[in-house]
């Protein structure tokens, strides 16, 4: 991990078989956030989980908010809190 930046983390279900969709999710991540992001890291977990952290702070909770975030809507949430001043283009224009 770079010093200084953000460790995301995506807990999934592998009973689910939710990988896919996990690397999906952080590959979508990765190329938006290039340089704001220090690490992001794939959790095999069980029970329906599907949650993203940034730095242990839960962004989105499946069990929470009963589904999958649309991607927009999560990359508008790791962008209020990793680079709240940047711009995502046409992501922040609905």
Do not use: N
Request: proline content about 4%.
């Amino acid at each position: 991990m770079t010093a200084g930046q953000p460790r995301l983390e995506i807990e999934y279900c592998t009973r689910c078989r939710w990988l896919l969709r996990a690397g999906w999710t952080a590959q979508e991540l990765l190329t938006t956030f290039t340089t704001e992001l220090g690490e992001v890291a794939l959790i095999p977990g069980t029970g329906g989980v599907f949650d993203i952290r940034i730095d242990g702070e839960t962004v989105w909770s499946r069990a929470e908010r009963g589904g999958f975030p649309e991607l927009a809507t999560l990359k508008q949430l790791v962008r209020d809190r990793i680079a709240p001043g940047r711009d995502l283009g046409h992501t922040d224009r609905r």
